[in-house]
């Protein structure tokens, strides 16, 4: 995936992260809860008679969201330049990774970074360095010696 620099900017990027804060602060404020994908869908594989609902309707909405964007012709051209093997294995990999360091980037980086929680603040970094880390690394075995 790249990003179109030409087309690029910052307001809508602002925008966008204005509206995550506001909704991560709207979920805490009204279901008393992190905002994390990761402990949200895991929460529903497990979750308590009553408390299936919301997550399902949360889960629900990311996915209906960017159907509608691009139904509307709201969403950008994405263009993946991975296989689906290594789709599916970034995919298990995040999965890992959010079941080790006990939550994903929404939950300790948006949620938990608002909250100065200090695990959630060398979670981030630990998740940014290693993203940084594995984007240099794949650029490297792609482009060859």
Same mark, same amino acid.
């Given at each position: 995936?790249?990003?179109?620099?030409?087309?690029?900017?910052?307001?809508?990027?602002?925008?966008?992260?204005? !509206?995550?804060?506001?909704?991560?602060?709207?979920?805490?404020?009204?279901?008393?809860?992190?905002? &994390?994908?990761?402990?949200? !869908?895991?929460?529903?594989?497990?979750?308590?008679? /009553?408390?299936?609902?919301?997550?399902?309707?949360?889960? &629900?909405?990311?996915?209906?969201?960017?159907?509608?964007?691009?139904? +509307?012709?709201?969403?950008?051209?994405?263009?993946?330049?991975?296989?689906?093997? &290594?789709? $599916?294995?970034?995919?298990?990999?995040?999965?890992?990774?959010?079941?080790?360091?006990?939550?994903? +980037?929404?939950?300790? /980086?948006?949620?938990? $970074?608002?909250?100065?929680?200090?695990?959630?603040?060398?979670?981030?970094?630990?998740?940014?360095?290693? &993203?940084?880390? +594995?984007?240099?690394?794949?650029?490297?075995?792609?482009? /060859?010696?």
């Amino acid at each position: 995936m790249t990003i179109d620099w030409i087309q690029f900017s910052p307001v809508t990027a602002f925008s966008g992260g204005l !509206l995550i804060g506001l909704a991560a602060a709207a979920f805490i404020l009204f279901h008393g809860r992190i905002m &994390g994908v990761s402990s949200i !869908l895991g929460g529903l594989l497990r979750a308590a008679k /009553g408390d299936r609902g919301w997550r399902v309707s949360f889960l &629900g909405g990311l996915i209906a969201a960017p159907l509608f964007a691009k139904l +509307t012709g709201l969403a950008p051209a994405v263009r993946i330049e991975q296989s689906f093997l &290594g789709l $599916i294995l970034a995919g298990l990999l995040v999965g890992f990774g959010t079941s080790l360091g006990n939550g994903c +980037t929404s939950g300790h /980086g948006v949620c938990g $970074i608002a909250r100065l929680s200090p695990r959630s603040i060398v979670a981030t970094l630990t998740f940014m360095a290693f &993203g940084m880390l +594995t984007v240099w690394f794949m650029h490297r075995v792609q482009a /060859g010696p």
